[in-house]
């Protein structure tokens, strides 16, 4: 019953993950989430006789294994706005918001009040020198600005900033198409302006696995009650012994 009961618990949890997929399939730049476990002894890495001894009553359980983040590359979508940013190739923008670093994939960037390069959201997206980018001053418009693969912003011809552009690893999915994780370098990615990265999620393979975590759950779900039935029919003929 155990068994059955965690089983059902994590395939709970898998369909949040396939439907938060569904969600986002047209979101720009997320990144799909996968879920992965498996059945263990309750005590691996040890002995059976050592598990009789000093654990006799232990079970089989299955076991969380972990959220994965498939970071493959979206599809590229144009759009001609010069402020719009795709990364070709690995690599992932770096931004500010409320004091914290965040990485995105999700380059539709614009221009606030300030003249600084900002997200959807208005975290401004950061230099090499994890500064704010600063674009415009009085006069300048969207039209003088070019970005090249490497990163580098030329205003009316002349080099300005350099957009950071990394590798991480350990990511965490915060949100959207929002990221934790740890710099381990430049990226060798090339940035394309005047377009931006579609979600990677493919809607048919996440309905598939959304009806088969639901059809594991259900199975998980019939054991139980099984279960449960023999355990009131086993109390029920004992009592009329």
Known sequence: MYIAM???VLRSQELDSVANNLANVNTVGYKKT??????YPLLEGISQKMQDVVYPDARAMTYFGSYNIDTSEGSIKTTGNPLDLAVKGEGFFAIEGKGKTYYTRNGSFSMDKDGYLVTGNGQRVL???NKPIRIVGENINTANINIAPDGNIYVNG???SKIKLVNLNNIEHIGDSLFFGNEVGVSKGEIMQGSIEMSNVNPIQE???IITALRQYETAQKVIKNFEDLSQRTVSEIAKV
């Open 207 to 209: 309905m598939v696995g």
């Open 127 to 129: 230099d090499t020198a």
């Open 158 to 160: 002349n080099i300005l």
């Open 6 to 8: 965690t089983g059902a």
């Open 34 to 39: 996968s879920f992965s476990s498996r059945l």
